[in-house]
């Protein structure tokens, strides 16, 4: 069965460090993978996704994901953190099911980053 | 700048309470889901939605129900809410590959 694991489920970082998020998954072919911040109380924000192609995806806010099918891993990248990156990370994996009719996603249970000054 | 709407975005009731969650987008998309997510969980996929008068139960078992009648609107139900139906619910809505997702109601009930 499909299904993704975020190994970190609390993650404390410093402000301007590097940070990286992990997120592996469990898919019988080639994964829509994507990746989700939410803020408390809110919704939830794409910030990458990956389809095909460059295994190296760029997002919003200064994210970066990199696909990488030999070790079942999209983990996510920051070079700098800023204090407003503090939420849950939420990895997910797009499922196609009943000849394609749908997208479900599949979701890992989140990393909640928090930002040191 | 939202394109799928919830409301309320909290809601506190009692027990037994009949309850109606709204969605709605205003994008044409589809296809549309509710995810249930409890504190520090991942989310779960509790209903979706093809199209108008298309509606599937998701991998989640739910006491909940749905309807889609007109394609923005996608609204959820309890026909009596308990204690064990406190959760965030999350809607959401997707053109092919790419998701749209709704700011969520908060939903707890005493």
């Known amino acids: 069965a499909q299904s993704v694991t975020q190994p970190d489920i609390h993650i404390t970082v410093s402000e301007g460090a590097s940070l990286e998020l992990r997120c592996n998954y469990s898919y019988g072919a080639t994964p829509y993978l994507f990746w989700y911040v939410q803020s408390p109380g809110q919704g939830l924000q794409l910030l990458l996704k990956?389809?095909?192609?460059?295994?190296l995806v760029q997002g919003i806010k200064g994210f970066e994901a990199e696909f990488k099918r030999s070790q079942s891993s999209f983990n996510l990248r920051k070079p700098s953190v800023h204090w407003s990156d503090a939420a849950e990370y939420f990895c997910a994996v797009g499922e196609r099911r009943y000849g394609g009719a749908t997208n479900k996603l599949i979701f890992g249970t989140g990393t909640l980053l928090a930002v040191q000054p | 700048e939202a394109d799928i709407y919830q409301t309320p975005r909290y809601l506190v009731i009692g027990t037994g309470k009949k309850i109606t969650l709204e969605c709605s987008q205003t994008?044409?998309?589809?296809?549309m889901y509710w995810y249930q997510q409890d504190p520090g969980m991942e989310l779960h996929l509790i209903h979706y939605s093809y199209g108008v008068n298309s509606t599937e139960k998701g991998d989640l078992s739910s006491e909940s129900t749905v309807s889609r009648i007109r394609t923005e609107h996608f609204p959820l139900t309890l026909e009596s809410a308990r204690p064990s139906h406190t959760s965030q619910y999350l809607c959401a809505s997707s053109f092919r590959r790419g998701y749209t997702f709704g700011s969520g109601t908060r939903l707890t009930v005493v």
């Open positions: 994008m044409g998309h589809d296809k």
């Open positions: 990956y389809f095909s192609g460059d295994t």
